[in-house]
């Protein structure tokens, strides 16, 4: 599904005072695009994302959907994961998973589709097991399942691999890629890892802060499966690192 974020604006009253989050964002994702979104902390990533599922709404200008202005969150147009799985403790994998599934479906249907979404995410044989049961990547492995579950045209992920150690945010990484190629999923990606948001995304939005601003869209034009020690990936991350440090500083500091 396209989406076009249109002249977004938002503003939150905090304590009586009129706080200015998001200044005329504007930015468009292809279908079955991955976009990539950085910046600062308190930028406004996550506001951004929010108002794209329509968890919150924009004080001004708009977030449209094939042209349809989204207003209000839709499970089948839009899964959301989160940083934290957000499972429900006390049920089983399998439970998990069907807590995000439509209510219209019948027993065989629920029971067949909870069966293709486990395979997916590669956890045959773990259906009945509880979350203090798994790994922290297992448990976002059920988070994406149960977001899948409903065949959303388009998946937010707010910073989904942010808890995780570096080989399983490694291996998180290329499972949400494998899983992207069968589905032809659109995918929004907010994340402060830049090396990150290079090997996910088709373009990169950053952010600059207080008001959170579009400061640059970089398009990733790198083949897949990325190499994250090639000349090209460096060429790419120089080009968002310079959207933070000055040149001279790069050079000194990350001999880039």
Request: charged share 25%; proline share 4%; with cysteine.
């Amino acid at each position: 599904m396209a989406i076009n974020v249109k002249n977004v604006q938002k503003f939150f009253i905090i304590n009586g005072r009129k706080i200015e989050v998001l200044h005329d964002i504007n930015f468009s994702i292809g279908d079955g695009q991955i976009i990539s979104i950085v910046g600062t902390s308190g930028c406004g990533k996550s506001t951004l994302l929010k108002v794209i599922a329509g968890l919150e709404q924009s004080t001004s200008g708009s977030v449209e959907l094939n042209g349809k202005k989204i207003d209000h969150p839709s499970e089948k147009d839009i899964g959301v994961i989160f940083q934290e799985p957000r499972l429900l403790p006390w049920s089983s994998v399998e439970k998990n998973i069907e807590f995000g599934i439509s209510q219209t479906l019948s027993k065989s249907e629920k029971k067949k589709i909870i069966r293709e979404h486990v395979d997916l995410v590669g956890l045959t044989g773990f259906e009945k097991a509880l979350p203090k049961q798994l790994s922290g990547g297992m448990q976002q492995r059920v988070s994406i399942a149960r977001s899948l579950i409903n065949r959303p045209n388009t998946l937010l992920l707010d910073e989904p691999f942010g808890a995780l150690d570096a080989f399983t945010k490694i291996n998180m990484q290329k499972e949400v890629l494998h899983i992207w190629e069968k589905e032809k999923t659109t995918l929004i990606l907010v994340t402060h890892d830049i090396d990150e948001a290079i090997f996910m995304g088709d373009k990169i939005v950053v952010l600059s802060a207080k008001p959170g601003t579009v400061k640059k869209v970089i398009s990733v034009e790198l083949p897949r499966p990325r190499d994250r020690t090639s000349d090209d990936f460096a060429r790419v991350r120089r080009l968002v690192y310079e959207q933070f440090f000055p040149k001279e500083e790069l050079a000194v500091e990350y001999n880039i």
